[in-house]
């Protein structure tokens, strides 16, 4: 009996189609004549129905109408490192993502912005910045899904990361790799995964060493006091109670300690003495940030019939540390500040389809989370006279402690509408509500069209209404009073409250197949906000504090290429795009007076707003040794700095190229290793990500320069 019949594309972006038989029917309940026995008829009916019920969650939450460029797990492990890679540099490898410092990842000209689900559950947003609470290992597949978007994702809407883990059933067995290589990389990892009666279950875990835990602050081979350790965790399991009926649940963990790095040759600038002492050597300076994030997701998928809904609950701990140089940062920033972030959410999701008519089908949810938002910082500064001049060279502490429970609501409502049976109309809204340190709310309209033109044209068209409340996370109740006539004490000392960006969003595109195999897209956006947000880093600790723009304009253009052909694969991608934000209305105390009355009236490039971004990438496998060569690039126009006006000039452009070669080994032993040699940025080319000025910009950042790393995997 035909189980599950697949045809997918092996390349990044490549399309999939899935026949599955429908939970019920008649032929779905014959039991398969091969099996001898009884247990082996019970497993294989138990992976008909577990694949059946993948297939209905995906369905739950199509991306009818929005723009998807999805890496299958072939696509994966052809990336340069494979299951290694970091998460963020996957995901850079799609259209219009522009990479920053500290991991920072900017779609279509957005600052941040992302939300990620695991299986269709959105996950509560994390303080941290550049710790990577994701392993790319875990996921069986990944999709970016932008433009305009359908009315079940809302709240952060820049990009949604969609992850589809592995299961047991899917993959079953495990691996042990050891990977590493240059620049004191360790990075140990496993995972396992099996099928026992009706549970499944993976669970994968890494452990990362390294000595470039953040960008190089300089164009240095090696960073000065950069050493990084880093664990990370995933399980899943879930039951399947009856052939419509399962549950299932997540948990991930991650810990991150990160040295900040040093830039020599520095003098303090600002001017001060602080126990006697003026002057520190730059090199010297030991400044350390702790990152942790932990969650967990519980979810019941049920089908009644014509009715399929997925109920889930989620919590997740994360939490910030900064310690600074107690000297060094007072001499260089007036200012040493020890930071403390934690934030605590649990919430609730529930997401359904129902097929009212052959030509309609209705789709329903909600979304509710509660967070407590706690911050304490221990700020050593030195006590100034009116006239600037040090009242004593002895440090004194300003201790500010607040914390903060908000909520966010949102419920939504889509009707999926067959005009024709090659034209799909997807209409409907959404309400959301956001009670944190900013009170407000707002009904959004969502439509699209989407035009099967010839079986090779796809055409989609949509508007999309946005509601984007700030990172509840990020944002405190600064007591700047507190620093008043102290080293630390801010020019403006206006601080409005964060509010939520509200955003008209238009997207026009398609897709054609030119020939078997080649897959061409184009796609075309355009948006303007009000309170626009942007996010900066003001001070030492490494802590984004978000901001608002009164108006903002983002537009761009994106152009696609996928070829998928035995042994070939191939994906192109480039982007051109331009963010303007003008009015700077909230959190002002960080930023200059100079600035501030520029931006009042003009319309300035935001930091993050890159021109022109390029992502490429092409895998070969040589089929008498089983031998895979690949290579992939990244391009960037570079992002903002200041020049005549802010954020009025751009770094120089950019590329960066990066080499794999695997070998599958059959070593007789359980099902054979894999070994691999990768090369990050082939032909060490020095180049900045960000040269320390700019809008809400803190120190210089540096790519990668030329690792060889080597890894083994053992398969079992």
Do not use: C
């Amino acid at each position: 009996m035909s189980r599950f019949t697949r045809l997918r594309g092996r390349a990044a972006g490549a399309f999939a189609l899935s026949v599955l038989l429908p939970l019920g029917s008649a032929l779905a309940q014959t039991p398969p004549a091969a099996p001898a026995d009884s247990g082996a008829a019970l497993s294989l009916d138990i992976d008909v129905i577990a694949k059946q019920l993948d297939i209905a969650r995906t369905q739950i939450q199509p991306s009818l109408g929005a723009t998807t460029y999805q890496f299958a797990r072939p696509a994966i492990e052809q990336q340069p490192q494979g299951d290694n890679t970091p998460f963020n540099q996957l995901i850079l490898q799609a259209p219009s993502v522009a990479q920053d410092s500290f991991g920072q990842l900017h779609v279509r000209g957005d600052h941040a912005n992302l939300q990620f689900r695991i299986n269709g559950v959105q996950l509560p947003e994390g303080i941290n910045v550049f710790g990577q609470a994701l392993e790319t290992r875990l996921a069986q597949s990944v999709a970016l899904i932008t433009g305009a978007l359908p009315a079940q994702y809302g709240f952060r809407t820049a990009g949604i990361i969609d992850i589809q883990t592995k299961t047991g059933t899917l993959d079953p067995g495990g691996s042990v790799t050891l990977y590493g290589g240059m620049k004191g990389w360790a990075q140990p990892s496993f995972e396992y995964g099996g099928r026992v009666g009706a549970i499944d279950y993976y669970v994968t875990g890494e452990y990362l060493h390294n000595a470039i835990g953040i960008e190089n602050p300089t164009g240095s081979f090696n960073a000065i006091h950069d050493l990084t350790d880093q664990g990370r965790g995933f399980g899943y399991i879930s039951g399947i109670l009856d052939p419509n009926t399962r549950l299932v649940g997540m948990f991930g963990t991650s810990r991150s300690e990160f040295q900040i790095p040093n830039i020599p040759g520095m003098s303090p600038g600002t001017g001060l003495t602080v126990n006697g002492t003026g002057n520190l050597d730059s090199r010297l300076l030991d400044e350390h940030q702790r990152q942790v994030t932990h969650y967990a997701i519980g979810t019941l998928q049920k089908k009644v019939e014509d009715l399929d809904f997925q109920v889930s609950a989620l919590t997740r701990y994360s939490s910030v540390f900064f310690t600074p140089d107690p000297l060094g940062d007072l001499l260089f920033n007036g200012i040493a500040q020890t930071a403390y972030r934690r934030s605590v959410a649990a919430g609730t999701q529930g997401d359904g389809s129902y097929r009212l008519t052959p030509a309609h089908t209705l789709r329903f949810g909600y979304f509710v989370q509660g967070e407590r938002s706690s911050a304490a910082t221990n700020s050593s500064v030195i006590g100034l006279n009116p006239d600037g001049s040090q009242v004593s060279g002895q440090p004194f502490s300003i201790i500010d402690q607040n914390g903060k429970t908000g909520w966010l609501y949102g419920v939504y409502l889509q009707d999926e509408w067959k005009v024709w049976p090659t034209v799909t109309v997807n209409f409907g809204g959404r309400f959301d509500l956001v009670d944190e340190f900013t009170h407000e709310h707002q009904f959004s309209p969502r439509i699209s069209v989407v035009w099967q033109a010839t079986e090779a044209s796809t055409l989609h068209a949509g508007y999309s209404r946005y509601f984007t409340p700030p990172p509840f996370e990020l944002v405190s109740a600064n007591a700047i009073a507190l620093l008043a006539n102290t080293s630390a004490a801010p020019a403006v000392t206006q601080n409005n409250t964060a509010k939520a960006e509200r955003d008209h969003y238009f997207d026009v595109g398609g897709t054609q197949i030119l020939f078997p195999g080649f897959k061409a897209g184009v796609d075309a956006y355009y948006r303007f906000a009000t309170n626009l947000i942007d996010e900066g880093q003001f001070g030492a600790p490494i802590i984004l504090t978000p901001f608002n723009y009164a108006h903002g304009i983002n537009r761009g253009i994106e152009l696609t290429l996928t070829y998928d052909i035995d042994d070939w694969h191939f994906y192109g991608n480039f982007a051109a795009a331009k963010a303007l934000g003008k009015n700077i209305v909230s959190s002002q105390f960080n930023f200059s007076p100079d600035d501030l009355a520029f931006i009042s009236g003009h319309y300035i490039h935001t930091d993050h707003d890159q021109t022109y971004t390029s992502s490429a990438g092409i895998a070969y496998t040589y089929p008498v040794t089983n031998t895979r060569f690949s290579v992939d690039m990244l391009y960037g126009s570079g992002l903002r700095a200041a020049g005549s006006t802010p954020n009025g000039s751009h770094l120089p452009d950019y590329q960066q190229v990066n080499l794999s070669i695997v070998q599958k080994v059959e070593t007789g032993w359980w099902r054979g290793a894999e070994l691999r040699l990768d090369v990050i940025n082939l032909f060490d080319e020095v180049y900045q990500i960000r040269n320390g000025t700019g809008v809400g910009v803190g120190a210089p950042q540096f790519g990668p320069r030329r690792t060889v790393l080597a890894g083994l995997t053992q398969h079992f």
